[in-house]
């Protein structure tokens, strides 16, 4: 199953490239790039903000 499915993905690729000059797949790797750098900055975010939160002094 998994060779099939890679054949039409390389099939697509390859047809996309040919036909349209890889515009579809630079589109959809640019979307792809853009939710990995977003997806890394919240992370990024997230854990800086939970460093910086105050903890409460036990005396």
């Given at each position: 199953?998994f060779?099939?499915?890679?054949?039409?993905?390389?099939?697509?690729i390859?047809y996309?490239?040919?036909?349209?000059?890889g515009?579809?797949?630079r589109?959809?790797?640019?979307s792809?790039?853009?939710?990995?750098?977003?997806?890394?900055?919240?992370a990024?975010?997230m854990?800086?903000?939970?460093r910086e939160?105050?903890?409460?002094?036990t005396n």
């Amino acid at each position: 199953m998994f060779r099939l499915l890679l054949i039409i993905a390389v099939l697509a690729i390859g047809y996309d490239a040919v036909v349209h000059q890889g515009a579809y797949t630079r589109s959809a790797w640019t979307s792809i790039v853009g939710l990995a750098d977003s997806a890394v900055t919240n992370a990024k975010n997230m854990s800086g903000t939970a460093r910086e939160e105050p903890r409460s002094q036990t005396n």
